[in-house]
C-alpha cells in the first residue's frame, strides 16, 4: 500500500507539471541540436536546449536525485526552471518524502501537518488553473515549498554570486543540518572575556529530565550519561537541595558551560526494573490523574516536590520512548508535559527539550537487511520519526520553545545538538566553531 501511494504521488506531480509545460512552454519539446542552453531566436525569444526539451517524468526524476540547494539553483538558471521548482505540488511531494527522516525539529521549523492531511489534488486543480507568475495562485500553496526548504536548503547556496528567488534565508534557520552554522562566529575579544567571566562564580543553569524513555529502554540514557565523560563531564553536585529530589548532577559542555540535571523517575528503581523487563506500565509516582476535561483529555496535577522543581529550574528534558514497539500513552504523556510546563509562573519562556530516544544504533547488517526488505522509504526507520513524536506529545499546541531530537541512549549520538539548543535558549551564549 505504501509503495502505492508513493507511485501515485509522483504521477501526480508528473501530471502536474506536464500540464504546467503544455499551457505555458508549448515549445519546450523543440531543442536545437547539439544544444545544452537556451538559445535566443531573431525575435528575442529564448529557445529551450537539450535539458528544457527532456520529457516531464526524466526532469522529475533528475529533480528527486538532486539536492534542494541544486533544486534551487536550477531554479535561478531560466525562467522555464523557474517557473517548473516553483510547482507546488512537487514540494509537497518532497515533504511527504523527506520530512520523516529529519534528525530533529523544533518549534519554528514544525510543517503544518494539517496542510498534509488535506487531499493531494483535485480533479479540476492543477497548476494550469491559475496565471504563470500570480502571487495570488501561489500563496495558499508556496508553503510546501518553504516547509520543505526550511529543513534541507543548504547555508553554501546564500553565498553563490545570484539572488535565489526560492529560498528566503528566514527559512534556512529551520534546517537540522544547518542551525550550527547560523550561529554567530566567535570574535577574538571573546576568547579573553569567556576566560575572565569564568572566574566570575556564576549560577548555572539547572533543568528537570523525566520521561518514559529514561526508564523503559534496555540501554539507561542517565547511566551512560554518569560514564561518558568524553561527551558531557561530570562537574560535580551542587550544594542546593531540593526536598524529596537531591541536587542533581552538574554537567560541563564544551568545557566551558556548566548545566544541571535533576533527573524526576516515576517511581522506585525495583518497581521500574519489574515494569520494563515484563514491558508493563506502571502507576506514575510524580503525577496525579484529576479526570478529563470536556473533550474527554486526560488532566494531571503535579507533585508537590515536582512542582518545587518546577519552580526553580530553567527548562525541561523530556526523554520520550522512540522505539516503535512501545508506543505509549500520547494523550496522557502530553497532558503530564503540559501539567509540568503549566507550574511555574512565566512557565511560557522555559524551553522544553525532547529527546526522542532508542537503545542503540541498528548494525549495518540489520540496516542493509531492513532497507531491502522496506517497500518504503519513510517506513524504513527503526525509530518513530521527530515529526510524529512532536504530534504525539501536542507540541506544535505549546507555547513555550520546544525541540524534538533524535538521540541514541548507548552512543548519546545527538544529545549535545540538543543540549546546545536547550542551553542557547536558556540564555547561555554558544558560538560555532
Not at 530533529?104 to 521549523?109: A, F, M, N, Q, R
Not at 539547572?206 to 560514564?227: H, I, K, N, W
Request: glycine share 6%; aromatic share 8%; proline share 7%.
Amino acid at each position: 500500500m505504501a509503495g502505492q501511494t508513493q507511485q501515485l504521488s509522483e504521477s501526480v506531480v508528473i501530471r502536474s507539471l506536464r500540464r504546467f509545460r503544455d499551457r505555458y512552454f508549448p515549445n519546450s519539446g523543440k531543442v536545437v541540436k547539439g544544444s545544452l542552453t537556451p538559445v535566443v531566436d531573431a525575435v528575442g525569444e529564448p529557445q529551450p536546449g537539450s535539458l528544457d526539451s527532456l520529457p516531464v517524468d526524466v526532469q522529475f526524476l533528475i529533480m528527486t536525485l538532486l539536492s534542494p540547494a541544486d533544486i534551487c539553483i536550477l531554479g535561478a538558471t531560466s525562467r522555464y526552471w523557474r517557473a517548473m521548482v516553483r510547482d507546488p505540488i512537487l514540494w509537497r511531494y518532497f515533504l511527504h518524502r523527506d520530512m520523516l527522516n529529519w534528525p530533529s525539529i523544533d518549534h519554528v521549523s514544525m510543517p503544518q501537518l494539517e496542510l498534509l492531511d488535506a487531499p493531494l489534488i483535485n480533479e479540476d486543480e492543477s497548476l494550469d488553473d491559475r496565471e504563470e507568475w500570480s502571487d495570488k495562485g501561489m500563496e495558499s500553496k508556496v508553503d510546501y515549498m518553504s516547509e520543505w526548504v526550511s529543513f534541507t536548503v543548504e547555508v553554501s547556496l546564500f553565498e553563490r554570486d545570484f539572488d535565489c528567488p526560492l529560498c528566503p534565508d528566514r527559512y534556512l534557520k529551520g534546517c537540522p543540518s544547518c542551525r550550527q552554522q547560523w550561529l554567530p562566529s566567535r570574535p577574538t575579544y571573546e576568547v579573553v572575556t569567556s576566560f575572565l567571566q569564568s572566574l566570575v562564580p556564576s549560577s548555572e543553569p539547572r533543568f528537570a529530565m523525566l520521561g518514559p524513555g529514561m526508564e523503559q529502554l534496555d540501554v539507561s540514557l542517565v547511566t551512560r550519561l554518569l560514564r561518558a565523560p568524553d561527551v558531557l563531564p561530570v562537574s560535580g553536585t551542587p550544594h542546593r537541595q531540593i526536598n524529596g529530589i537531591g541536587s542533581g548532577i552538574s554537567y560541563m559542555f564544551n568545557n566551558q558551560h556548566k548545566f544541571n540535571i535533576l533527573t524526576l523517575y516515576s517511581t522506585n528503581r525495583a518497581e521500574r526494573e519489574k515494569a520494563r523487563l515484563q514491558q508493563q506500565s506502571i502507576s506514575n509516582k510524580l503525577f496525579t490523574f484529576e479526570g478529563t476535561d470536556d473533550s474527554g483529555y486526560p488532566i494531571y496535577s503535579p507533585a508537590p516536590q515536582v512542582q518545587q522543581v518546577c519552580q526553580v529550574v530553567d527548562g525541561f528534558i523530556y526523554v520520550a520512548n522512540a522505539e516503535p514497539e512501545r508506543v505509549g500513552d500520547g494523550e496522557s504523556e502530553a497532558a503530564q508535559i503540559r501539567a509540568v510546563l503549566s507550574c511555574a509562573e512565566g512557565s511560557a519562556t522555559r524551553p522544553l527539550l525532547v529527546l526522542s530516544c532508542v537503545s542503540r544504533e541498528e548494525s549495518e547488517e540489520v540496516r542493509i537487511t531492513r532497507l531491502q526488505t522496506s517497500t518504503s522509504r519513510n517506513r524504513a526507520r527503526c525509530r518513530t520519526p521527530c515529526v510524529n513524536i512532536a504530534k504525539r506529545l501536542g507540541l506544535p499546541q505549546l507555547a513555550n520553545p520546544w525541540m524534538v531530537q533524535d538521540t541514541v541512549a548507548e552512543s548519546l549520538s545527538g544529545l549535545l545538538e540538543g543540549v546546545s539548543w536547550l542551553l542557547r535558549c536558556s540564555g547561555v551564549k554558544l558560538y560555532g566553531s
